[in-house]
Nanobody, 114 residues
Framework: QVQLVESGGGLVQPGGSLRLSCAAS????????MSWYRQAPGKERELVAT???????NYADSVKGRFTISRDNAKNTVYLQMNSLKPEDTAVYYC????????WGQGTQVTVSS
């Protein structure tokens, strides 16, 4: 089992920045990759960014150049640095871990509004 706890969400003005954190615990040795997803009201959950064990990263086209995913193995934590935020980035952001199964965190709300 893997437990994931997200933090760092909040209200920010357009053009602002936030950094989300996802702390993993439990059977973390089995994790092969981690992702951030988001789900806006009335929309399907979508993949935002992924980081593999070796450090390779992938991003959705909508966030390329603005968001950066990274990991601190010593802290068992994955981060999502979000810059130049737009109102359309408003969503609940979820952390996902890939192991022998997939695990999700509880989500953290990000609201971009003036």
């Amino acid at each position: 089992q893997v437990q994931l706890v997200e933090s760092g969400g909040g209200l920010v003005q357009p053009g602002g920045s936030l950094r989300l954190s996802c702390a993993a615990s439990g059977s973390i040795f089995s994790i092969s990759a981690m992702s951030w997803y988001r789900q806006a009201p009335g929309k399907e959950r979508e993949l935002v960014a992924t980081i593999a064990t070796g450090g390779n990263t992938n991003y959705a086209d909508s966030v390329k150049g603005r968001f950066t995913i990274s990991r601190d193995n010593a802290k068992n934590t994955v981060y999502l640095q979000m810059n130049s935020l737009k109102p359309e980035d408003t969503a609940v952001y979820y952390c996902k871990a890939y192991s022998i199964a997939t695990f999700w965190g509880q989500g953290t709300q990000v609201t971009v509004s003036s």
